[in-house]
């Protein structure tokens, strides 16, 4: 056999059983593609490797790392946890994967881990400085001062920058905002700024409520390393804690696509969709929010109001019966699952849970208000008009508690009385439609029609495209022998509900 | 005075509980020998031809003073496309023997209908002296002539009146010219393919139907025909501004003088649209303004599905009500006449709107059951799909329902009372009510749908007074249909206009009927005729059918019939 054959044979019988000897020299040259940032073919060799023992853990440790330079901390976990609790431990294995849980959002866990890795290398200054930023995120600003500090005392690169995040904090606590304010200016113009530290100054501000100043810091991070999750969501959450749900969602949609798996990243996600009201955007994001944290009622809630508002009242009903077991002392739940049976035409189902609902929240306006309401959708009337009474003697403002009552009264044909509670609802809404059309109901109904028109027209200035009122209007012009105008209200009625039944 | 307050108190009570527990109905349809099967393509309901029944009429064929009836069939989808022979499902004639039992004369008389047929309505067209028959279809409408000698002779074609091949539901006469000629109203309901049925299937309050509609489907035209007077009849619905320009759903029709203009207007029931209230403008010419005169939509402003129509005075006030039934989980609405043509939804102040939203309903009447002098309601119901028993809270078979009219604009649910609660529930559609035993009070007969029809009799009614009144054009149409009359008895004045069609695509007992309480005597009798003539006659007494001819007063009846 020639010497070159025996040493390809050899070659691919390695190649193919991983022996100890090529082993190592695979080892070496997926190190050294590493070292080089080749993280694609070192990937490939570290692979190779995962199933020979000796060098299994090693190559866990590297295929976590790759994962984490490729921001996938779910994947760098995924490597990396068993490898963690081994003793000894493997190269900083404790330390990468603290990161990977921060950059995951797994705070808890993240916190854990580096106080376990500080314990191994208290000499480690960017691990102090980590659970510094831990610390600030759970709300321990003490334990971050410490931790800051000692990072500041060992980690001389970010020496600098830390310590001007600490006087930065501490101008803040002490109300002198100008000499922050010039600080986190000093900050984010120094181009070469860690985005760790950038996110840290935008926590500061955060921290003491001011979201609009946090807000450049996250973003200046989140355009420096765009795969870094908290400089994306931070720069999501003071967005949307600023009322920019439109703004925020990008910043958002990266988070949660680096961090799939973390509950807080698709709740804001979702949120912001639906404070634009994209509720059907919002679905997807809601549905992993409640995989991930099944007995939330706020994931529970908002994913059946996306149901609702995309006319799935039945797959919302299911979702809001969880959550009304999960939240007895919540009465939202209970509220949406009233609106989800009506729009599912469960108009009785509806009544009971508006009657648990009054049972458990007797002080609460609402409650008595949803009774009454679903008692005059099923034209129980007589019945509702206590509980409307209820509702505006618990809450004098409430305004659907008066269009209740008045329609209420107006049905029983106790019109003067409508009439005062129309009115007292249009004290609170000038132009509400509902007040004005029964006003003027009641009006014609009293034979003032020339009063019934001057509530239409004034109604109909402030809501144009109102059939109904067109619809009332019309029946008064006809009233007033104004033959041409009834008969123009009644083409434009005509015209509208042929618009409203193309309407999808 | 205690003693007295308390007697007062007694007479009140009894007085007030006079007509209700006392009266009750009574399921006679077995002894009265009606032996009838209503079909409508059978007890599987996949497509909306399916589902919506059809009508019954009273009308006196033979002249012999005793309502006979007439019951229009349905049939099978296999039949209509041919596959199957439709004899098996014809339609009935009953004649009244005048004992309280009926004859089924259909073959003798030549009336078996043909197809699947919806709606009747009689009257006398040609003025003959004997009342027709007009039928509605799916397809071709019939017309048949009364020979006068107990038989019929078909004149569809020869009249003009087979009104094409689309679905055909209501129909009603009236007079809308003045011409002394009644002239005809048909509605379409919808554009349903017999040959290639398409199998829907759609989701009613989370429960999968098949007999989806009628939303979904093309609507299909109404039409007006114009009565000239020589048998035939011109199709006038461009000419006379009737078109059904929306393609809406039409039910159930009638001719009525809305508006007290002395002219007969026409209203229609849309099943899930608009209704239509077509004013006439008396120059043969019409105005649809349904939405000025608040009867196009209920109260809320909203669509109803409109099926059935009674047309009354409940309050004798002198104006034309109208109530209408609709889909279950809307109440039925009664629109309050407040004159000049323009009408109030009063259906809860009334009291009767709660009662009646479970329940999907069709067959509809004003009628006085305990003679009290107060105008009551009847609604018979039914729902369209067999698939909710079992799975919501409706039902397929539905009760009865009887209002009792209060006084004061409110009515007081007596269903129970009258023994409607002990009947099995039917899913009922047609009806229409009659004094088929001249006894003078009403009774009612209800076509159920895939199921035999019921006849109630009226047991007690009679106990308080009454006067029935058959009106004889002369100069106005023979069935004096649009006549007005006015009868006042003790202080009590009562209004009514003769009619021919309404309820549910039928037709009730063309005399006019007025409970008289304890007045043992009508003091005035004013009739209107069509033709414009006003006619008052004296005094007469209560608890018999009076004759009065236009122009001659009152006369012997043809026939003989009962004058208790």
New interface residues.
């Given amino acids: 056999m020639a010497p070159r054959f025996l040493a390809a044979s050899v070659c691919l019988i390695c190649a193919v059983s991983a022996c100890p000897q090529s082993a190592d020299e695979i080892f070496r040259k997926g190190t050294e593609l590493f070292e080089r940032r080749d993280l694609a073919a070192a990937r490939q060799e570290f692979l190779r490797l995962t199933k020979t023992p000796s060098y299994e853990p090693k190559s866990r440790y590297y295929l976590g790392r790759i994962a984490l330079l490729e921001s996938k901390p779910a994947e760098a976990i995924a490597w990396l946890e068993p490898i963690a609790l081994n003793i000894p431990s493997i190269l900083d294995a404790d330390a990468q994967l603290s990161r990977a849980y921060l950059d995951a959002g797994q705070i808890e866990r993240a916190k854990l881990i580096t106080e376990r890795a500080l314990r191994q290398a208290p000499w480690q200054g960017s691990l102090h400085y980590r659970l510094g930023r831990i610390y600030q995120q759970l709300g321990d600003s003490e334990g971050a001062r410490k931790e800051f500090a000692e990072s500041v005392r060992l980690k001389s690169a970010d020496r600098e920058s830390v310590e001007l995040l600490l006087q930065c904090s501490q101008s803040l606590t002490s109300g002198a905002a100008p000499k922050a304010m010039r600080i986190r200016q000093e900050l984010l113009d120094n181009p070469s700024l860690d985005p760790d530290v950038l996110v840290a100054l935008g926590l500061t501000f955060t921290a003491v409520g001011l979201q609009a100043e946090s807000l450049e810091p996250f973003r200046a991070a989140a355009k420096r390393d765009p795969s870094f999750f908290q400089a994306q969501y931070n720069a999501g959450l003071a967005l949307l804690k600023l009322g920019r749900a439109g703004e925020a969602t990008p910043y958002l949609d990266a988070a949660q696509r680096l961090s799939p798996e973390l509950a807080d990243a698709n709740s804001a996600l979702a949120l912001a969709h639906v404070l634009q009201a994209q509720y059907a955007n919002a679905i997807p994001p809601l549905e992993k929010w409640r995989a991930l944290q099944p007995a939330n009622t706020r994931a529970l809630d908002m994913l059946a109001l996306a149901y609702l508002r995309t006319n799935a009242a039945?797959r919302a009903i299911p979702i809001l019966r969880e959550a009304v077991k999960f939240a007895r002392g919540d009465p939202k739940p209970y509220f949406l699952l009233i609106e989800a049976m009506n729009a599912?035409?469960?108009?009785?189902a509806a009544l009971e849970v508006a009657e648990d609902a009054l049972k458990l929240f007797p002080a609460l306006p609402q409650a008595h208000l949803a009774k009454a309401q679903q008692l005059a959708r099923?034209?129980?009337?007589?019945d509702a008009g206590p509980l409307f009474a209820r509702t505006i003697e618990l809450a004098p403002g409430q305004i659907d508690g008066l269009l209740g009552l008045a329609e209420v009264q107006q049905?029983?044909?106790d019109y003067a009385a409508s009439l005062g509670t129309y009115e007292r609802a249009l004290t609170i809404d000038r132009t509400n439609v509902t007040a004005s059309?029964g006003t003027a109901?009641n009006m014609?109904?009293t034979r003032d029609i020339s009063g019934a028109r001057a509530i239409l027209e004034a109604a109909l200035a402030a809501h144009p495209d109102n059939?109904?009122l067109h619809?009332?209007l019309?029946?008064v012009?006809?009233?007033l022998g104004e033959k041409a105008l009834?008969?123009e209200q009644?083409r434009i009625?005509q015209e509208l509900r042929a618009s409203e039944s193309k309407t999808p | 005075m205690i003693r007295f307050i308390s007697f007062s108190l007694l007479v009140l009570a009894s007085f007030m509980l006079a007509g209700t527990s006392r009266v009750k109905f009574q399921d006679v349809t077995e002894k009265a020998g009606l032996k009838a099967l209503i079909v409508s393509g059978g007890e599987k309901k996949n497509f909306v031809l399916q589902v919506n029944g059809s009508g019954a009429c009273w009308f006196d064929y033979n002249n012999d003073g005793y309502m006979d009836l007439y019951l229009v069939n349905g049939a099978t989808l296999a039949e209509l496309q041919g596959k199957k022979p439709v004899q098996s499902h014809r339609n009935y004639l009953f004649r009244n023997n005048r004992n309280g039992t009926f004859t089924d004369v259909t073959e003798a008389a030549h009336v078996p209908g043909s197809g699947w047929g919806f709606g009747c309505v009689a009257a006398d067209y040609d003025n003959d002296g004997n009342s027709d028959l007009f039928i509605t279809n799916f397809g071709t409408n019939l017309l048949y002539h009364n020979n006068g000698n107990g038989t019929f002779t078909d004149v569809t074609h020869r009249a003009g009146l087979a009104g094409g091949n689309i679905w055909h539901a209501g129909a009603a006469f009236g007079d809308y010219d003045g011409d002394g000629f009644v002239d005809l109203y048909v509605s379409g309901y919808l554009d349903f393919d017999i040959h290639n049925p398409e199998l829907k299937t759609c989701e009613y309050r989370g429960v999968n139907v098949h007999a989806c509609g009628p939303m979904g489907y093309r609507g299909a035209p109404d039409a007006l025909y114009h009565n000239n007077g020589d048998g035939t009849f011109t199709d006038v619905t461009v000419k006379a501004g009737v078109v059904d320009k929306n393609l809406y759903f039409g039910f159930t029709v009638i001719f009525d003088d809305f508006d007290g203009d002395g002219k007969p207007d026409i209203f229609v029931a849309n099943d899930s649209n608009p209704n239509y209230l077509y004013h006439n403008k008396g120059d043969g010419t019409f105005e649809e303004i349904g939405v000025q005169a608040g009867v196009a939509l209920n109260a809320d402003g909203k669509e109803m599905s409109s099926m059935g129509v009674a047309v009354g005075d409940y309050d004798n006030d002198g104006r034309m009500d109208l109530f209408v039934t609709t889909f279950a989980n809307d109440n039925y609405v009664l629109f309050h006449n407040e004159g000049g043509g323009f009408f109030a939804d009063q259906s809860y102040q009334s009291g009767i709107a709660e009662a009646t939203i479970p329940h999907l309903g069709w067959a509809t009447f004003f009628l006085d059951y305990d003679n009290d002098g107060h105008k009551d309601l009847f609604a018979a119901n039914g729902h369209v799909f067999p698939e909710v028993d079992g799975k919501i809270a409706e039902t397929y078979r539905q009760p009865l329902q009887l209002f009792r009219n209060a006084g004061r604009g409110k009515f007081r649910e007596v269903s129970g009372e009258v023994g409607f609660s002990t009947m099995p529930w039917r899913s009922a559609r047609g009806g229409a009510y009659c004094d088929y035993d001249n006894d003078g009070d009403i009774d009612i007969l209800v076509s159920n749908i895939d199921d035999r029809p019921q006849l109630l009799e009226n047991v007690g009614g009679n106990r308080q007074h009454w006067l029935e009144l058959k009106l004889i054009g002369t100069k106005s149409n023979r069935d004096a249909i649009g006549a007005q009359v006015e009868v006042e008895a003790g202080g009590l004045v009562q209004y009514d206009h003769v009619r021919a069609g309404g309820s549910f695509i039928s037709s009730n007992d063309p005399r006019l009927h007025f409970g008289l309480g304890e007045r043992s005597s009508v003091d005035r009798i004013e009739i209107r005729w069509p033709s414009g003539t006003v006619e008052r006659l004296p005094s007469v007494n209560s608890n018999q059918i009076v004759v009065i001819k236009e122009g001659f007063g009152i006369v012997v009846p043809p026939g003989d019939a009962k004058r208790p």
Avoid: F, H, N
């Fill in positions: 039945g599912a035409e469960e108009q009785i099923l034209g129980r009337y007589r049905k029983r044909g059309l109901r014609v109904l059939s109904q619809y009332e019309a029946r012009y006809a009233r009834a008969a009644t009625l």
